[in-house]
């Protein structure tokens, strides 16, 4: 047996998990990326369709648990100068392509979006259709946000605008846990009802593990949650910090995490939820989700605009600016440099996607979707699925984590609970490397 997949069986009798979730795959190794030394152009230029994910990275204040590319900013100016590049960002990669693509999803994240005033994104929709960008029919555009800087006026104008989907960062309802993480009381359930009024649809991302986090603490804000019904709730376990530094301070252990997927997963079963992800359930008879990680996973190709946005598509991933070491550390010069340079003269950080890394990301997206299916691997590769990575399906069938159904591979509970595990098995040889040195970076 592979020694990577000795240590699996360990990780899974022992309650280890690897310290991020693979949700995030795979720009949770970006900071260990190389330098790209071409004209990424040819990448996109026969492509019809895409994801378009916008990133802003400004907040009021920085989170302690936060990991994301973002910086505490408070200059209007500066921000609005930075909406002005994006759009002049938007404009050049337009000429990538042969012909002016059809948008399938779009998504705003951060940092903190609605740090930002509509009218900024108002500029930006009107310059993608100048762009002779059009939207698929049945796009929900998404954008995250902080509910504590939201108001009415704010999210009536976002829906003018044309957002359909919010993405609330909670965290949690804790009053204590709030305060702990820099977070102000706001009114969820006002904020819950002016979505229905405004037809808003909304996510709310809670995170699992947070210090002095108890399971009865999570699980009173999950039912608060749902309460309210919002379309999809996205559950993320802490991720950031050593075994060593849960055990030091007040933190749940891993394995008091696990016990807790399995009583919330029962929970929002029980309460008209499916999972969407190990990580995302969502409402049964509702259509709204986070469409460009559905899209992403289904194979459509992901196009990452502003300083701290990544671009996936088939052959590349990449992004402009980021350096081979921790990204947040030199996030303020690196927004500087994309407000201050041509775009011809950015850097790209990245790593070639060869055939190997192909079956390797279908087979994870397959997992995260819970649709790994042989005979589309034997369509997409030549090959057979169980012949390229016998002694991974075969440990996975032996653990109980997945069965099989016809030529389809679908995950148990045990399976969607340690999924994140699950999938670093199928990374090649060299991201698993580029894994284990993100994590050495990150010191987790």
Same mark, same amino acid.
């Given at each position: 047996m592979k020694e990577?997949?000795?240590?699996?069986?360990?990780?899974?009798?022992?309650?280890?998990?690897p310290g991020t979730s693979m949700a995030k795959f795979p720009s949770n190794f970006f900071s260990v990326f190389s330098n790209i030394n071409e004209d990424v152009k040819k990448y996109w230029k026969n492509k019809t369709e895409i994801n378009l994910y916008i990133h802003i990275p400004f907040c009021k204040q920085r989170c302690p648990f936060c990991q994301f590319f973002s910086i505490q900013e408070n200059d209007l100016v500066i921000m609005q100068e930075y909406m002005k590049k994006l759009r002049e960002e938007i404009s050049f990669v337009n000429k990538y392509f042969e012909k002016t693509p059809v948008i399938k999803s779009i998504a705003f994240g951060g940092g903190t979006p609605n740090y930002i005033p509509v009218s900024e994104y108002g500029k930006l929709f009107d310059h993608l259709k100048r762009e002779g960008f059009e939207?698929?029919?049945?796009?929900?555009? #998404?954008?995250?946000?902080?509910?504590?800087?939201?108001?009415?006026?704010?999210?009536?104008?976002?829906k003018a605008i044309g957002i359909k989907r919010l993405s609330i960062g909670l965290q949690s309802l804790d009053e204590k846990i709030r305060v702990n993480?820099?977070?102000?009381?706001?009114?969820?359930?006002?904020?819950? #009802?002016?979505c229905k009024k405004l037809d808003l649809n909304f996510n709310t991302d809670i995170i699992v593990g947070l210090e002095e986090q108890t399971e009865q603490s999570f699980m009173t804000t999950l039912e608060k949650i749902v309460e309210v019904s919002p379309e999809s709730i996205s559950i993320y376990p802490l991720s950031g910090l050593r075994k060593e530094q849960l055990e030091a301070k007040n933190y749940m252990s891993y394995k008091q995490r696990y016990?807790?997927?399995?009583?919330?997963?029962?929970?929002?079963?029980?309460?008209?939820?499916?999972?969407? #992800?190990?990580?995302?359930?969502?409402?049964?008879?509702k259509n709204s989700t986070h469409q460009l990680k559905i899209y992403e996973y289904s194979g459509v190709d992901t196009l990452g605009v502003g300083c701290g946005a990544v671009s996936y598509n088939n052959d590349i991933c990449y992004s402009i600016g980021y350096k081979n070491k921790n990204g947040n550390s030199n996030a303020k010069t690196l927004i500087e440099m994309y407000l201050s340079n041509a775009f011809d003269s950015f850097k790209y950080y990245g790593t070639y996607i060869n055939n190997d890394e192909k079956k390797s990301r279908y087979i994870i997206f397959s997992l995260l979707l819970n649709k790994l299916d042989s005979d589309v691997y034997f369509e997409k590769f030549g090959s057979e699925l169980e012949h390229d990575f016998r002694e991974e399906i075969e440990c996975l069938i032996t653990n109980k984590l997945v069965y099989r159904e016809e030529k389809k591979f679908l995950l148990t509970e045990a399976g969607i609970r340690f999924l994140d595990l699950i999938c670093l098995q199928f990374l090649t040889d060299s991201s698993y490397k580029r894994f284990q040195n993100y994590r050495k970076v990150k010191q987790f």
């Open positions: 990577r997949l000795k240590m699996f069986e360990y990780q899974l009798t022992n309650y280890d998990w939207f698929d029919l049945d796009i929900e555009p #998404s954008m995250e946000v902080n509910p504590e800087l939201l108001d009415w006026q704010y999210m009536e104008e976002l993480n820099k977070r102000n009381h706001f009114d969820f359930y006002k904020f819950a #009802s002016d016990d807790l997927f399995d009583q919330y997963y029962k929970y929002l079963l029980e309460h008209d939820y499916q999972c969407e #992800s190990h990580i995302k359930f969502v409402k049964k008879g």
